[in-house]
């Protein structure tokens, strides 16, 4: 007995609001990375209920690379980051508002 | 000073209600959506069949799906681009003030650079 999609939408929807709620009440730049991770991960778990909905292999194949952008992704954001703490001493977004100094 | 991990009080609630309302109207619009039931997969090793999908062997895998080896590739050059701009935005000059890993949260430096009085000192790197 396979579990319908529209679970799998409904979960997908939650995971991805949570990291849209990370972004918006958050000003820690750590935090913006996870947040994005998860609604790139969101997006992933569509991937693969559609997958399984259509009974065609593409979707998680898609994935997979959507989860390799994500670690590409997360390797420049975190260089970023690094040198937004040794810049400001701070992670925290709103304090870098120029983008010279 | 330790660090440990406190929940945060300095959140922006009001713009987290945007996230919560996007996602009422994202359930709404799923719960009520009338999709067929799932199809499935066909019988068959589905991890060989990434395996054949992810290098263009479609033809050999038990269950369909497009070829991805350009994809691939691809993907192979950006994962190099991104690894070499990440060691060249976490490498430092050589003149630059700290030198040890912040494991306390950089609390401490943050700290002596609010004194500001002895900027001559380096870190020790004594944790």
């Not at chain 2, 660090?3 to 109207?25: I, K």
């Not at chain 2, 999908?53 to 050999?60: N, R, T």
């Not at chain 2, 490498?91 to 950089?106: F, I, M, N, P, Y």
Request: hydrophobic residues 55%.
């Amino acid at each position: 007995m396979a579990i319908v999609t529209e679970y799998y939408l409904l979960l997908s929807a939650a995971v991805f609001c949570i990291g849209v709620y990370g972004i918006l009440t958050r000003s820690n730049a750590l935090i913006f990375l996870m947040s994005v991770e998860l609604m790139l991960n969101a997006a992933n778990i569509n991937l693969v209920a559609f997958s399984f909905h259509h009974g065609n292999l593409t979707g998680q194949v898609f994935s997979l690379f959507t989860m390799a952008i994500a670690a590409a992704e997360v390797a420049v954001g975190i260089g970023i980051i690094l040198v937004l703490y040794r810049n400001f001493q701070d992670v925290d977004v709103t304090k870098a508002a120029t983008m010279r100094w | 000073m330790t660090s440990r991990p406190r929940l945060a009080t300095d959140v922006n609630v009001v713009n987290g209600l945007a996230a919560v309302a996007l996602f009422v109207v994202m359930g709404y619009v799923f719960v009520t959506a009338s999709l067929p039931a799932p199809s499935g997969f066909p019988d068959g090793s589905i991890t060989a069949s990434i395996g054949y999908a992810m290098f263009g062997l479609v033809d050999q895998a038990a269950i369909e799906s497009e070829g991805f080896l350009v994809a691939f590739e691809i993907i192979d050059v950006l994962l190099v681009a991104a690894l070499v701009g990440a060691v060249m935005l976490a490498r430092r000059e050589e003149d630059s003030g700290v030198v040890t890993a912040l494991t306390d949260g950089g609390r401490r430096i943050r700290d002596r650079n609010d004194s500001a009085d002895d900027d001559a000192e380096t870190d020790g790197g004594e944790n």
